[in-house]
């Protein structure tokens, strides 16, 4: 099965840093994804790591040790749109037909002025 | 020129009817989703379907019936409404590339009374 940890709650200030980390236990991995979901909105997608390391898109970055298990998705130059909640999600499968996508709980992210 | 549409965006019910959503995408993709998403936010995968065939069925009740006449288009005919059925449910498809992301639809609330 699958199993994925996230924080509930995290709160910053505008202009600040915010890393929001993931654990996972999964039986087979196929990479690590970050999505972001506005209160009444969609998820929508913002990344996704298959191997370890750091990938960067602008203001967001997401890192994955496959060793440790772990992820975190890091907001920069944090602004009050950032408010939302941030969705971890493993993959257990290659490709279109066999992968299914596994969602932790979220953390909601509050942007204080 | 949206991509992924469903309909009707709420739904409000009494126990024991029977209702149905409508999910549509024009992205091309081959594989579609429903997904459940609970008042406390968890995302969990329903159903998946590659080409109008189920792939996944994760332990859903067999009062939650899936159709996909073509693979643009995936229904879901719920039978029986009873008041745990109230969430929002998201369609989603997703290209088939390995890390190709989901693309969700806008959601459709809905509450049993």
């Known amino acids: 099965g699958q199993s994925l940890e996230q924080p509930s709650e995290v709160t910053a200030v505008e202009g600040a840093i915010v890393q929001m980390n993931c654990t996972y236990q999964?039986?087979?991995?196929?990479?690590l994804s970050w999505y972001q979901q506005h209160d009444g909105g969609a998820p929508t997608f913002l990344s996704y790591?298959?191997?370890?390391g750091l990938e960067e898109t602008g203001r967001f970055s997401s890192f994955l040790s496959r060793s440790d298990s772990y992820g975190y998705l890091l907001l920069q130059e944090l602004q009050m749109k950032d408010s939302a909640s941030y969705f971890c999600?493993?993959?257990?499968?290659?490709?279109?037909?066999?992968?299914?996508?596994?969602f932790g709980r979220g953390t909601q992210l509050t942007v204080w002025p | 020129d949206t991509a992924v549409s469903q309909t009707p965006k709420y739904l409000v019910t009494q126990m024991g009817n029977d209702k149905s959503i409508k999910c549509e995408q024009n992205?091309?993709?081959?594989?579609m989703y429903w997904y459940k998403q609970d008042s406390k936010k968890f995302l969990k995968i329903m159903f998946s379907?590659?080409?109008?065939?189920?792939?996944i069925n994760e332990t859903v009740p067999n009062r939650f019936s899936p159709k996909s006449p073509d693979k643009a288009h995936l229904n879901l005919h719920i039978n029986s409404l009873e008041l745990g059925d109230s969430a929002v449910y998201f369609c989603?498809?997703?290209?088939?590339?390995?890390?190709?992301?989901?693309?969700f639809g806008n959601g459709t609330r809905l509450t049993v009374t």
């Open positions: 989603a498809s997703r290209g088939g590339t390995a890390g190709s992301p989901l693309h």
């Open positions: 999964t039986s087979g991995f196929y990479g």
């Open positions: 790591n298959a191997l370890d």
């Open positions: 999600a493993v993959r257990d499968g290659r490709g279109s037909t066999l992968g299914r996508l596994y």
């Open positions: 992205l091309g993709h081959d594989t």
């Open positions: 379907y590659n080409n109008k065939e189920l792939i």
